[in-house]
């Protein structure tokens, strides 16, 4: 495992503490209109399926998850427009554009380190 820098440390859990966030947003967006509980869990699971991935640091994972996060951006502008004074859907919005910008932010610098690192690591190895 490459160690991070400080920046995508500091990347790594903004995007935990934002995903956690949005899903708490989802949940709390779905139960205000007495949605059952089922529905909550089948609204909240295209989020949970691509965090262990994530959790392993794998980047794939969270481009995909940036994907399925333009999905939940169209529901959340849609939820807003048709509650412009419900202070969840707006949350909803600012959480989700927050989530997408952290975790691109995330791919782009982990990218540059984990280049790095087998680029040195290759040096390293074609010396010997």
Same mark, same amino acid.
């Given at each position: 495992m490459i160690e991070r820098g400080s920046k995508t440390s500091w990347l790594w859990r903004l995007l935990w503490l934002l995903w956690l966030g949005f899903v708490v947003q989802v949940g709390v967006n779905d139960a205000q209109? $007495? &949605?059952p509980l089922q529905l909550i869990v089948l609204h909240v699971i295209p989020l949970l399926i691509f965090m262990p991935g994530v959790a392993r640091d794998n980047l794939r994972s969270v481009i995909w998850l940036c994907f399925v996060i333009m999905g939940y951006f169209v /529901? &959340?502008?849609l939820a807003a427009f048709a509650q412009p004074h419900n202070a969840t859907a707006i949350a909803g919005i600012v959480i989700v554009? /927050? /989530?997408f910008i952290v975790a691109t932010l995330y791919i782009r610098f982990r990218g540059r380190e984990l280049r790095a690192s087998? $680029?040195?690591d290759r040096a390293e190895t074609s010396e010997d």
């Open positions: 209109f $007495g &949605a /529901l &959340a502008v554009v /927050l /989530l087998s $680029g040195s």
